[in-house]
């Protein structure tokens, strides 16, 4: 792939910061959109605003069939069964909290377990701490190895009978460790657990099979893969989302309502109460549609290359520690420390030379304390950045690495 020209196809990254031309690695947080999705929102709020489902219009039927031309989009992209194992939610975190309410705690009891990773982001953590504490169960967690990746033998001792629930992510948003998904759903559903794979740093950068993994949920946001923000997915097996109850209530999800009960519309849509995110939906439509167009085991392929490069560049600078596995264990995220210099400090540093990076503890304080530090930078790269982009913020942390020794 020729990330040059596809650069070109996101105007926001045409631009100077403080007197630089802006060079964004900051996409585990939110990537940028194409001008193919910025024409796709604004083609309907133009020409199809409508509510969907409701109306016998044009303006209704044309909307109701984008939405539900972008949840084919979706089934496709991760090779669901059916649409209706497809529901579009708000982000990641809405739909690991309507499992966590959903499914967990109809099906939890005192005594099983919930297993889940100490590299998880908050909302892949939270939801499980909840959950067991409305139902008595246990919440437990894989052990790492020191390079950040999971210790597999820990992970096949604790996977036993008790394991009702297995949850973790993809791609970890701070180490970028990608995690063997397919080997770990094998040992759940030896148990008969369930396992949730939290695919908000996965299915951007990765082909994503939902049937080949076998997982039962699998969830990522549209904002992180060149879709709008505001709208994700939930996946869930057709027999598993069945047998749940909505978490929201209201329009859109009924069937019938009564005065003293109502019935739930079928899947997808009782767990899509109220107007739903339409134009987020065809927006992260059209963004699969970009997507494909380049080609994900290209963008694998991108973002490999890229890693490797930037370790070995950034490996360059005397006194820069990078936290996790070796390259070709992890996907497009190097995470690092300048020694003797705090990460927003860092970071400050960079964006006075238009250079865009995270900083903090990227809401994963549990990883942060297994790490042993307070917080760190991150660097995160995705389709339209280059080696020149690597080259600059090499020369950034050098600079910055320099003004601080002498301030110090």
């Not at 437990?140 to 390079?147: S, W």
């Not at 009702?164 to 063997?180: C, D, E, F, M, R």
């Not at 060149?226 to 978490?247: A, D, F, H, N």
């Not at 070796?326 to 995220?333: E, N, Q």
């Amino acid at each position: 792939m020729d990330a040059r020209s596809i650069r070109e196809q996101f105007p926001i990254l045409n631009q100077e910061v403080n007197g630089h031309p802006l060079v964004y690695l900051d996409s585990s947080a939110t990537s940028h959109k194409p001008l193919a999705v910025l024409e796709a929102v604004d083609a309907y709020y133009r020409n199809d605003n409508s509510n969907v489902h409701r109306g016998v219009h044009t303006l209704g039927t044309r909307a109701t069939d984008k939405y539900e031309g972008a949840r084919e989009k979706v089934q496709q992209f991760i090779n669901a069964r059916s649409t209706k194992e497809v529901i579009f939610t708000r982000g990641t975190t809405t739909a690991i909290n309507t499992v966590a309410h959903s499914y967990a705690r109809a099906n939890l009891e005192p005594g099983d377990e919930v297993i889940i990773t100490p590299m998880e982001h908050h909302s892949n953590i939270i939801p499980w701490q909840q959950a067991v504490k409305a139902t008595g169960a246990t919440l437990k967690y894989f052990e790492l190895h020191d390079d950040g990746t999971l210790n597999m033998e820990d992970v096949k001792k604790s996977i036993g009978p008790q394991t009702k629930i297995v949850a973790l992510t993809h791609v970890s948003n701070v180490l970028g460790t990608i995690n063997p998904i397919k080997e770990i759903v094998e040992l759940a559903h030896r148990q008969n657990a369930v396992v949730l794979v939290d695919g908000a740093q996965g299915a951007p950068h990765l082909k994503v099979d939902v049937q080949e993994i076998d997982c039962d949920f699998y969830c990522f946001s549209g904002h992180k893969m060149c879709g709008p923000t505001g709208i994700g997915i939930l996946y869930g097996k057709q027999e598993l989302l069945e047998e749940m109850e909505p978490v929201e209530f209201g329009g859109e999800m009924i069937d019938f309502v009564h005065l003293y009960d109502s019935t739930w519309k079928e899947l997808p849509w009782k767990f899509e109460g109220g107007t739903p995110i339409i134009a987020g939906a065809i927006g992260l439509g059209a963004a699969i549609d970009f997507l494909n167009q380049i080609g994900m085991d290209e963008i694998e392929a991108h973002d490999q290359k890229l890693t490797n490069y930037a370790m070995k560049r950034m490996r360059e600078i005397e006194g820069l520690e990078i936290y996790g596995p070796a390259a070709d264990k992890r996907s497009a995220v190097v995470t690092f420390n300048i020694n003797g210099v705090h990460p927003h400090d860092t970071a400050t540093a960079l964006d006075s030379m238009g250079i865009a990076v995270r900083a903090g503890h990227h809401c994963a304080q549990p990883l942060m304390r297994w790490l042993n530090a307070t917080a760190t930078a991150r660097a995160s790269m995705y389709v339209y950045n280059t080696e020149d982009d690597i080259d600059q913020l090499v020369s950034g942390l050098t600079r910055t690495k320099e003004f601080f020794g002498n301030v110090f």
